[in-house]
T-cell receptor, first 118, second 113 residues
Framework: GAVVSQHPSRVICKSGTSVKIECRSLDFQATTMFWYRQFPKKSLMLMATSNEGSKATYEQGVEKDKFLINHASLTLSTLTVTSAHPEDSSFYIC??????????????FGPGTRLTVL | GESVGLHLPTLSVQEGDNSIINCAYSNSASDYFIWYKQESGKGPQFIIDIRSNMDKRQGQRVTVLLNKTVKHLSLQIAATQPGDSAVYFCAENMKGSNYKLTFGKGTLLTVNP
């Protein structure tokens, strides 16, 4: 159980285009999902918290107009990188927590999306 | 700066040996800790977790120890196998932080056959 999927796994795009990444919780509902960014040989950096039915909460230094997040349902969150540039090339990972009304903090991660902007 | 860090960035062990990966945290308000394993090109995989009201928790071949006095967390892997080779991250969650996790820098574990 607690499987999180991401699509696509890899994407290459031209500079100036927008790219959408989907994150799905396959066997549980997630009112909260998280989006991380990871550079090579580095740790995960939290970008934003995606809340179902409300606006995402962005971490300091993350541009909300550039990284658009939509939490459309209890099993789907999307991250759109708008007007992508080469410096946006990175490994983007989402996570979700199965929250059953109690305190369940374990986050399960998706397989990640490798974005390369040419 | 980061509140969670690791003592050793790399660890190399022989197959069959036990591995110990350490993590120091500085936020005394953290009440939940998780160890993740990340293989190259993949997302982090949950290994084991522990809450601040415990000092030890065991799983299959893995044990997590929590020492709140010195703010130290460790992951012990018994009979390490080549498939255990990966980067291991500790992560902490602070009570009331809306489940946000803060990750440590990671330790690369290499298992030699």
């Amino acid at each position: 159980g607690a499987v999180v999927s991401q699509h696509p796994s890899r994407v290459i795009c031209k500079s100036g285009t927008s790219v959408k990444i989907e994150c799905r919780s396959l066997d549980f509902q997630a009112t909260t999902m998280f989006w991380y960014r990871q550079f090579p040989k580095k740790s995960l950096m939290l970008m934003a918290t995606s809340n179902e039915g409300s606006k995402a909460t962005y971490e300091q230094g993350v541009e909300k107009d550039k990284f658009l997040i939509n939490h459309a349902s209890l099993t789907l969150s999307t991250l759109t990188v708008t007007s992508a540039h080469p410096e946006d090339s990175s490994f983007y990972i989402c996570s979700a927590s199965p929250r059953t009304g109690g305190v369940t903090d374990t986050q399960y991660f998706g397989p990640g999306t490798r974005l390369t902007v040419l | 700066g980061e509140s969670v860090g690791l003592h050793l960035p790399t660890l190399s062990v022989q197959e069959g040996d036990n591995s110990i990966i350490n993590c120091a945290y500085s936020n005394s308000a953290s009440d939940y800790f998780i160890w993740y394993k990340q293989e190259s090109g993949k997302g982090p995989q949950f290994i084991i977790d522990i809450r601040s009201n415990m000092d030890k928790r065991q799983g299959q071949r893995v044990t997590v120890l929590l020492n709140k006095t010195v703010k130290h967390l460790s992951l012990q892997i018994a009979a390490t196998q080549p498939g255990d080779s990966a980067v291991y991250f500790c992560a902490e969650n602070m009570k009331g932080s809306n489940y946000k996790l803060t990750f440590g820098k990671g330790t690369l574990l290499t298992v030699n056959p």
